[in-house]
């Protein structure tokens, strides 16, 4: 399996503009730009994208897991911080942090922990980041 997604820039890096696009035509010429990564203007920047992709695959896998324990989950909530500093002469992601908090009727909270535990180190955007990656797993009353 492949997908693509593509970037146009133009112009320098702080007065310069961008988009984005993926394959599947979800983001189309999506606006980025110095002010939306580095900034507090509104926009898409590449970590957020890439805490999107980990969160979004991190449920999928815990969905996962959790369905060859025989438990299927409710509701998975997950939220992604990227975390990008500054290191010698340019930047650097250092981290990802995983916050989850998911109903699963029947579960306990030993599975669910060694599930999530099992989900963030499997998950094929975990394995892709040279990042530190840390979880925050709550169970939710069913």
Same mark, same amino acid.
């Given at each position: &399996?492949?997908?693509?997604?593509?970037?146009?820039?133009?112009?320098?890096?702080?007065?310069?503009?961008?988009?984005?696009?993926?394959?599947?035509?979800?983001?189309?010429?999506?606006?980025?730009?110095?002010?939306?990564?580095? %900034?507090? #203007?509104?926009?898409?920047?590449? %970590?957020?994208?890439?805490?999107?992709?980990?969160?979004?695959?991190?449920? &999928?896998?815990?969905? &996962?897991?959790?369905? &060859?324990?025989?438990?299927v989950p409710e509701k998975i909530e997950t939220e992604a911080t990227i975390t990008m500093e500054k290191q010698g002469d340019?930047?650097?992601?250092?981290?990802?942090?995983?916050?989850?908090?998911?109903?699963?009727?029947?579960?306990? %909270?030993?599975?669910?922990?060694?599930?999530? #535990?099992?989900?963030?180190?499997?998950?094929?955007?975990?394995?892709?980041?040279?990042?530190?990656?840390?979880?925050?797993?709550?169970?939710?009353?069913?």
């Open positions: &399996m492949k997908r693509k997604a593509s970037a146009i820039w133009s112009g320098d890096l702080k007065k310069g503009r961008g988009t984005v696009s993926t394959e599947s035509k979800t983001l189309s010429n999506t606006p980025y730009s110095f002010s939306t990564r580095f %900034e507090e #203007e509104p926009g898409t920047n590449p %970590e957020e994208l890439i805490g999107t992709a980990h969160a979004g695959c991190f449920s &999928m896998a815990l969905s &996962m897991i959790l369905g &060859m324990a025989g438990l340019g930047f650097t992601i250092t981290a990802s942090h995983l916050d989850v908090t998911a109903t699963i009727p029947g579960a306990d %909270e030993a599975a669910f922990q060694k599930a999530a #535990e099992h989900a963030k180190l499997s998950c094929p955007i975990s394995k892709l980041l040279n990042a530190k990656i840390t979880l925050t797993a709550r169970l939710a009353p069913d």
